[in-house]
T-cell receptor, first 114, second 112 residues
Framework: EAGVAQSPRYKIIEKRQSVAFWCNPISGHATLYWYQQILGQGPKLLIQFQNNGVVDDSQLPKDRFSAERLKGVDSTLKIQPAKLEDSAVYLC????????????FGPGTRLTVL | GDSVTQMEGPVTLSEEAFLTINCTYTATGYPSLFWYVQYPGEGLQLLLKATKADDKGSNKGFEATYRKETTSFHLEKGSVQVSDSAVYFCALTSGGYNKLIFGAGTRLAVHP
């Protein structure tokens, strides 16, 4: 089966610009997560969707970050305007139904804000 | 809140050496525990997991035992290979929605 797809793989922008990342999870994975991984740290959850509804966005900086999953399949994460401290790898993960709580991660998008 | 602490790296070993990467956690309730691995240029992959106390997760020669009494989930391998060079993350699931909380990661470098 195909894995989790993310694009772009790399993005360089200047501060105050906007940027968007796209994720397509494994087919049938109703739960989708966006994580932020700053260099030298472990991933930190930004937002979690169950189908197209948000179940946890408590750590999402809502003044500049937004995310949507309109049809319960692929998802977009946006930053507007970007700050220097947003430089990180943005990881998307999906989880299937049932009791197996394994999350499947995409390759990530590396964002550099200059 | 829930948290994971793992030993700082980098850990540098010779091929066939014994590996231990320490991981301790703080959590309310009964979390599931995981080790994820990130090979150079690749995404995070699940290495092994344990869902309850005294469970042992194992995969590819790696093992970790869920120790509730010491709140630990140390990763071990009896004989490492150069191909095991990667960053290893300990993690737990927290809350009712299964979000993962990760440690900071430990970089392992294995030399021939």
């Amino acid at each position: 089966e195909a894995g989790v797809a993310q694009s772009p793989r790399y993005k360089i922008i200047e501060k105050r610009q906007s940027v968007a990342f796209w994720c397509n999870p494994i087919s049938g994975h109703a739960t989708l997560y966006w994580y932020q991984q700053i260099l030298g740290q472990g991933p930190k959850l930004l937002i979690q969707f169950q189908n197209n509804g948000v179940v946890d966005d408590s750590q999402l900086p809502k003044d500049r970050f937004s995310a949507e999953r309109l049809k319960g399949v692929d998802s977009t994460l946006k930053i507007q305007p970007a700050k220097l401290e947003d430089s990180a790898v943005y990881l998307c993960a999906g989880q299937g139904p049932g009791g197996n709580n394994e999350q499947f991660f995409g390759p990530g998008t590396r964002l550099t804000v200059l | 809140g829930d948290s994971v602490t793992q030993m700082e790296g980098p850990v540098t070993l010779s091929e066939e050496a014994f590996l231990t990467i320490n991981c301790t956690y703080t959590a309310t309730g009964y979390p599931s525990l995981f080790w994820y691995v990130q090979y150079p240029g690749e995404g995070l992959q699940l290495l092994l997991k344990a869902t309850k106390a005294d469970d042992k997760g194992s995969n590819k020669g790696f093992e970790a035992t869920y120790r509730k009494e010491t709140t630990s989930f140390h990763l071990e391998k009896g004989s490492v290979q150069v191909s095991d060079s990667a960053v290893y993350f300990c993690a737990l699931t927290s809350g009712g929605y299964n979000k993962l909380i990760f440690g900071a990661g430990t970089r392992l470098a294995v030399h021939p």
